[in-house]
Structure formats: C-alpha cells, structure tokens
C-alpha cells in the first residue's frame, strides 16, 4: 500500500477534527476579554470543549486507536499500536491575550513513530497536514523549509519557562544564541513554531520544556519538508523527552549544538 493511500484516511480525520475544535475555540474567544477575572475559567472551558470534539471525531472513525491529550485524555496510550496525541489549544496565554498565533495540534504515533501532523490555525484558516512519505502542506500547497544554513542568517524562536527562575538554564541558553543569530524571538506555541519552520518562515527552534502535545504534530511536519530534529545535544528525538531542536538544515543544526549544549 503507498504511504498516501496509507495515511490520507487519517489526516483527513484529522483535519476535519482540528476544524471542528478550532470553530469551538474561536467562539469561546469570543465570550471574554482579556480584563475578566474568569477568563482562566473560560479558557479551561474551551480547552475541555474543543479536545472532547477532536476525541469524538477520532474514535468514531478509529475507536481501537489510543488517545493522550493535554487535558487529561488517555485511553489505551501505553498498549495501542496507534495513538493519536491531542493538543487543543497550543498558545493558552496568547489565545487570552487575543494575540493570534495559537492552534489546534493532532498528531499520530504508530509504534512509536510520528507518521501523521495536522496543526490548525482557526485566526488565519491554515491548515498544515503532513504524513510519513506524504509531503508537507498548508491548505493545498507543498511545504518546504528555509534551508537556510548559517546561523548569523537565521531567524530563531526558543521556548522560555513562564514565570520562570532567572536563572533557568533556557535563559542562559538564549542569551548565549543571541550574539549569533539573526534574530531570536519567543512566540509562546510550540506547534505554531513547528508549522512556521517547516513553511520556511523560521530557521530554527529549541525547547527545553515540551511535552508530547507540544511537539507531537510539528515532528511530522518539519521532517516532511525537509527540516533537521534532534534534541539539544544533537541526539534523536524523543516525543516523551521535553527537549527539541528543529533546523531548517542539518548545517544550522551543526552550528546551534555545541552552543545550546553547554549548559
């Protein structure tokens, strides 16, 4: 069986399930402002609403799939031979804000490999999908990264810990970037950043404090167009480990290694 004809049943799903709860999220976005006291309340509410309608969508056309969700989904996540891995709202404190850079994010693991991402941004109406072998893709159209190779060139996006110690070895990671990138920015959703890097918006992007969800999608997606991934040592990624880096080139990567590793 070709990969398209393997994995399209799925991303299809997929797709139609990060529509659904990204209409759920944009109308909750709707019922407060950013001043109302209880909009932490609300957006627990829309993170609740809009994983229940991806899950339901799912297990309807895939009910002996596993499911693990930031919201506390887990069915048959450890024994299941595939698992969907749902994040509903990527990008809560942005989302509060009103500041439209946040998504849906599903992404499908099959025996412990990443083979299908659909990451949906409901304020733009882009939809990027990638499977294993398939491509990457925003509404239609083929994905392909910057390829950009050195460093001084490259526009960077690092995590930052909210709230964090100052002196959390993330910050001391970006202070050490800064001198050598172009630019470095934090846009506060991991996936979104994936889904930019692998659109050739982005060169590269590092964390130190994922989890599944906020990776699981953009894996896909980066490696269908051609970018680099690895953990901040330059090590193989693992979904269930917090680290990434995500390069538009295995030279950039080069470059970047030695310096977010020194900690």
Not at 16 to 44: C, P
Not at 82 to 107: A, E, K, M, Q, R
Not at 158 to 165: C, K, T
Not at 199 to 221: E, N, R
């Amino acid at each position: 069986m070709a990969d398209t004809e393997r994995w399209q049943p799925m991303v299809e799903r997929a797709s139609l399930a990060a529509r659904k709860a990204g209409e759920i999220l944009q109308d909750w976005r709707e019922r407060f402002t950013v001043s109302e006291k209880s909009r932490s309340n609300l957006v627990t509410e829309a993170d609740f609403a809009a994983e229940k309608a991806i899950h339901e969508t799912l297990s309807e056309a895939f009910p002996d799939h596993g499911y693990l969700g930031e919201e506390g989904l887990s069915e048959n996540a450890s024994t299941a031979d595939y698992v969907w891995i749902i994040d509903p709202l990527d990008g809560t404190g942005n989302y509060v804000h009103g500041f439209p850079y946040y998504c849906v994010s599903i992404g499908l693991q099959y025996q412990g490999r990443m083979v299908v991402g659909v990451i949906y941004d409901p304020t733009r109406d882009e939809l990027f999908t990638a499977a294993e072998g398939c491509g990457a893709w925003k509404n239609g159209k083929r994905l392909q990264v910057s390829g950009t190779t050195q460093l001084s060139q490259a526009m960077c996006v690092a995590s930052l810990p909210v709230a964090g110690d100052p002196n959390h070895p993330a910050l001391a990671r970006f202070i050490r970037a800064l001198p050598h990138a172009q630019t470095i920015q934090r846009l506060g959703s991991a996936e979104m950043n994936l889904a930019y890097l692998a659109a050739g918006h982005l060169d590269a992007f590092w964390s130190s404090t994922l989890k599944p969800w906020d990776m699981a999608a953009g894996i896909v997606l980066v490696q269908e167009a051609g970018g680099t991934l690895s953990n901040l040592t330059g090590g193989p990624i693992d979904i269930h480990a917090c680290e990434i880096l995500a390069c538009s080139s295995s030279t950039l990567q080069t470059e970047l290694v030695p310096i977010l590793k020194q900690d």
